[in-house]
C-alpha cells in the first residue's frame, strides 16, 4: 500500500502562483508514475498532469498547459506542481494520484489517491 500526502492548497487571487506538493510513503512498480487531478464543485474529477519516475516525462491537460508545471524529487519520493497564472475556473479540490502508466489519463487507471487539498482562485 502507499499512502499519498497532500500540501500547499490555500487561497489565492487570480494571476498568482501556488505550489502544491504530494509525498509518496514508498516506492513501487504500481505507483512509479505520480500526478493530479482536481474536482470543480459540480462537476466531474479532470486530468490535471502526470510525471514518469525519471521525470523525463510529463503530460499536461489542455487546460493547464503552460500555467502548470509538474516536476519530482525521487529522493523524497515527492512531486511538486507549480501553478501560475491561475483562474477563477482553477479553483477546486486537488488530488495527488500514482499510477504504473504515465500515459494514464483516467481515474479509474490509478491505484493511489491522496486526501485532496483545496485551492481557491478568487477574482
Known amino acids: 500500500q502507499v499512502q499519498l500526502v497532500e500540501s500547499g492548497g490555500g487561497l489565492v487571487q487570480a494571476g498568482g502562483s501556488l505550489r502544491l506538493s504530494c509525498a509518496a510513503s514508498?516506492?513501487?512498480?504500481?505507483?512509479?508514475?505520480m500526478g493530479w487531478f482536481r474536482q470543480a464543485p459540480g462537476k466531474e474529477r479532470e486530468f490535471v498532469a502526470v510525471?514518469?519516475?525519471?521525470?523525463?516525462?510529463?503530460y499536461y491537460a489542455d487546460s493547464v498547459k503552460g500555467r502548470f508545471t509538474l516536476s519530482r524529487d525521487n529522493a523524497k519520493n515527492t512531486v511538486y506542481l507549480q501553478m501560475n497564472s491561475l483562474k477563477p475556473d482553477d479553483t477546486a479540490d486537488y488530488y495527488c494520484v500514482a499510477g504504473a502508466y504515465t500515459t494514464a489519463t483516467k481515474a479509474h487507471e490509478y491505484n493511489y489517491w491522496g486526501q485532496g487539498t483545496q485551492v481557491t482562485v478568487s477574482s
Open positions: 514508498r516506492r513501487t512498480a504500481s505507483s512509479s508514475a
Open positions: 510525471i514518469n519516475w525519471s521525470g523525463t516525462t510529463t
